[in-house]
């Protein structure tokens, strides 16, 4: 198993005055640029020390919000190239169908993978509803133009003969032909997200790794539709290393002290959602049938998370023990969290990628860095060790 | 010529996509393209249109129960699609009503061609720019909550109130679709054509700009805007109307169309 340390590098200090949406309409006067940058030094300085207790790394970009002040993934990931040394670098995600310019992201990421030595995992991403109203890329055409994005970019990065010619629906270049290539070939590998079964079974026919955030242990459902596809397509079983799966991770050596850090990380999924109500669901970003339930229920979407037994779990507002019920956080003690990991591992049939958010909100430096030390010597080696229910499997086959 | 009393919804086929339009009546065609919101068959307003004309309310491709082709992805192409289905069912001295985005249909479509078309009405259109490059002409309807979207709409908001839960299916089906599609036609730029203002000057059929002068999401001012573009036209306002004067009035918006069509001033036209 590959775990990665993943942040939102959020501004905290603004959360308390928001006035109901701390995204797409939070005025950035609420940001003290010399707090930002105090706080952007010390999440990358975060990462190095993960790099070097052996964690792979995540980033991430969203866009105004003191969620997440990582507005554009290829800065992250271009100090990050220089200042880690052996962790995989996996943006999830790029948010390719909002960006106005593929060619641009083509040329951008092939230079990450090239300064990096080839560290770069590409994870594409549809993005959040609240993107919508930042990007203005039209919500109706979102996926297709994420589709043509993509086909676009994947050419890009693997024609080496000369330009190429591009007139698609939605981009229109006349001499593609970009310099570096990628370092990976034939092109770094491709993630993406989903919550649906047709787009998890989509990915499996690509050979793509899926990854989930909040599905808890709802979970399986979604792989199994993927392994289903992936087996029809390749002839094989999908290996453990196709899944990945994002969990809050709050590790302490009590644990009284674990649940208190637990609630700091908390404070993502309890902010996460915090947006003016009508930029949750842009027209179009989900389809008539979903519009039509979501006003049958009041404007509430259904819940996708679950405990083991089958309780309903809302992230907005549930408690650390909740979370925990629902395989949304594993938190507790060294031991505690290696058998809550080991067990949802279980529960999913196989999952190679634990992507741990490791830190959030106003978790301190110095509580950050000793979790991740502590999960690095105590719960990293043993994770490294452990066999998954898939990977015999996909060792025979 | 004698035409029914009661209206008739059936699917055409025009341009080989499959169309809702309602008929109802007889007499000089009167072609009416509703707006964003959709339209119902039960509004009085078609009745009242009816009475003088043989009233064709069609829906639009991804509103109502209109397919909706890839093809067919912005307000230009919708005229096309209409000057189409004008020739299809063979449509002639028809007076072309749009109101909100019907009525940047209906602009769209009469600076192409007029060879089908005596009258023209832009009720409250969308369309056009008219200010600055920082100044939102037309409200962000996507951006506002519902009861702040009925602020601007209505001149009367909480007549407009309705309970989603109490709602039929096909209506929320068909209110779902019409959000969707508007955002198809209208997302960027934002509610208008940029190149539409000056094309305007090609209208050469009269042309009736009419307004409901409680309208908050885009301004009487910028429907006088309009109607400077527009050689010859009238501008009227329509009192204790919002946004959707056919709504919200429908016996005086039906009156001051009926009327412009008639050759008569009426006592609202203000100009």
């Keep these: 198993m590959r775990i990665f340390q993943f942040t939102e590098q959020p501004y905290p200090p603004a959360w308390n005055e928001h006035n109901g949406s701390l995204r797409v309409i939070l005025p950035n006067r609420k940001l003290d640029p010399k707090i930002a940058a105090d706080l952007f030094h010390r999440y990358y300085d975060e990462w190095q020390v993960a790099d070097e207790l052996g964690y792979d790394i995540m980033v991430n970009e969203h866009h105004s919000t003191a969620t997440c002040m990582s507005s554009t993934v290829i800065v992250t990931l271009a100090v990050l190239s220089r200042i880690t040394r052996h962790a995989r670098l996996l943006v999830l995600g790029y948010p390719i169908g909002h960006r106005p310019d593929p060619l641009r992201a ?33 919500p109706v055409w979102l996926m297709e133009r994420f589709w043509e994005a993509h086909d676009f970019i994947i050419k890009a990065m693997t024609a080496h003969d000369g330009p190429f010619n591009w007139e698609g629906e939605h981009f229109h270049y006349r001499h593609v032909n970009i310099w570096p290539r990628p370092y990976q070939q034939p092109h770094p590998p491709v993630w993406s997200t989903t919550g649906n079964a047709a787009q998890a079974q989509e990915l499996a026919r690509l050979g793509y790794v899926m990854a989930t955030l909040g599905t808890g242990y709802a979970t399986r459902g979604l792989y199994d539709s993927y392994r289903q596809a992936y087996q029809e397509r390749w002839g094989k079983p999908a290996a453990p290393d196709r899944f990945g799966y994002l969990a809050l991770v709050a590790v302490a050596a009590t644990e009284a002290e674990a649940r208190r850090r637990g609630e700091q990380v908390a404070s993502y999924p309890r902010t996460s959602g915090i947006v003016h109500p009508p930029f949750r669901n842009p027209p179009g970003f989900l389809s008539v049938d979903d519009n039509v339930r979501l006003m049958k229920n009041a404007g509430r979407p259904p819940s996708r998370s679950f405990t083991k037994d089958g309780r309903t779990v809302s992230m907005a507002t549930a408690s650390v023990q909740e979370l925990i019920d629902a395989g949304i956080m594993f938190c507790g003690t060294p031991d505690q969290v290696y058998a809550q990991v080991v067990d949802f591992c279980q529960s999913c049939g196989g999952l190679g990628n634990l992507l741990m958010m490791g830190h959030a909100g106003w ?19 043993r994770l490294k060790e452990y066999r998954q229910p898939g990977e015999q499997a996909s060792a025979a086959a | 010529m004698a035409g029914s009393a009661t209206a008739d919804i059936s699917l055409v086929a025009i341009d080989g996509v499959q169309t809702e339009i309602i008929t109802q009546g007889g007499g000089r065609p009167l072609l009416f393209l509703h707006p964003e919101c959709g339209l119902e068959a039960s509004a009085p307003v078609l009745g009242l249109l009816a009475k003088a004309h043989r009233l064709v309310a069609p829906s639009h491709p ?74 939102r002409d ?41 959000r969707e599609a508007s955002a198809r036609y209208g997302w960027s730029p934002y509610m208008h054509d940029p190149k539409l203002k000056r094309r305007l000057h090609r209208i050469d059929v009269p042309t009736l700009v009419c307004w409901g002068e409680a309208d908050r999401m885009v301004r009487p001012a910028y429907g006088q805007a309009y109607a400077a573009a527009i050689a010859g036209s009238r501008f009227a306002l329509i009192e204790r109307a919002g946004h959707f004067p056919h709504l919200e009035q429908p016996q005086s918006f039906a009156d001051l169309i009926l009327n412009f069509v008639r050759g008569k001033p009426t006592s609202e036209e203000r100009r």
């Design chain 1, 106 to 138: 083509a040329e951008e990421l092939s230079t990450i993978d090239v300064i990096s030595r080839g560290r770069l995992e590409m994870g594409f991403v549809k993005g959040v509803p609240y993107e919508v109203p930042v990007s203005n890329a039209n």
């Design chain 1, 363 to 381: 978790m301190s430096h110095e509580d950050t860095v000793d979790s991740l030390t502590l999960f690095a010597k105590e719960v990293m080696p």
């Design chain 2, 62 to 135: 991804g509103f109502g129960r209109s397919e909706a082709p890839r093809w067919l992805s912005t307000v230009d192409d919708l005229a096309y699609f209409y000057l189409d289905l004008m020739a299809a069912l063979d449509l002639q001295d028809t007076v072309v009503v749009g109101v909100s985005m019907g009525g940047w249909i209906a602009a769209e479509i009469a600076i192409k061609n007029t060879s089908r078309i005596s009258h023209l009405v832009l009720a409250d259109a969308l369309g056009i720019k008219v200010g600055d490059r920082e100044t």
């Design chain 2, 138 to 178: 037309i409200a962000d309807i996507f951006a506002l909550t519902e009861p702040e979207l009925a602020e601007l709409l209505y001149a009367d908001p909480a007549a407009a109130r309705r309970d989603l839960g109490a709602m039929a299916e096909a209506d929320l089906v068909a209110m779902a679709r019409s």
